[in-house]
């Protein structure tokens, strides 16, 4: 999924409320393809594992979604795809990604969402998709860049 050095897709929206925050969740879940890494950036209580969990709602996913602060990664199968939300929060150190034996999850069948992405900063592969949320008054501010070629086309279906 990581070709080309286009310049990135940027899309920006207010997020009112966590309804808000499930339906941009929601909203991204059929543009996904495998082999996508979407990296997922903001402060804590931001509403990242809460895009999350909009997310696998628009995939059909009718089950908890937990954070996986403590056990570095949740797996939730599809028919068509493996998606994997990583959350390195508690990472000191990069090297823990291979440490920890999480390399192999990031491949073509599956897709990855990423918390906490800086925390093992360049032991990663590069992101199709990164969204910022940050708080904005009292809502937050979703900003979604496309990396490559699939994130673009993710913005670029957004942003119709």
Not at 18 to 40: C, F, N, Q, R
Not at 84 to 113: I, M, Q, T
Not at 131 to 155: H, K, P, S, Y
Request: hydrophobic share 40%; charged share 25%.
């Amino acid at each position: 999924m990581h070709t080309g050095d286009h310049k990135p897709a940027l899309l920006s929206r207010f997020l009112a409320g966590e309804s808000d925050t499930l339906a941009a969740g929601a909203a991204l879940a059929p543009h996904l393809v495998p082999g996508m890494v979407i990296y997922l950036t903001g402060d804590l209580g931001a509403g990242k594992t809460t895009f999350v969990r909009g997310l696998l709602r628009g995939l059909g996913y009718p089950g908890k979604v937990r954070s996986p602060t403590f056990t570095l990664v949740e797996l939730y199968k599809f028919s068509k795809l493996y998606l994997y939300h990583f959350d390195f929060y508690r990472f000191d150190d990069p090297r823990e990604l291979g440490d920890a034996g999480l390399h192999e999850y990031f491949n073509a069948e599956s897709v990855c969402l990423v918390e906490w992405p800086e925390k093992a900063a360049g032991s990663l592969p590069a992101a199709d998709l990164r969204i910022a949320l940050r708080f904005e008054g009292d809502g937050r501010r979703m900003e979604m860049e496309g990396r490559t070629e699939a994130g673009r086309r993710c913005i670029a279906e957004l942003g119709h």
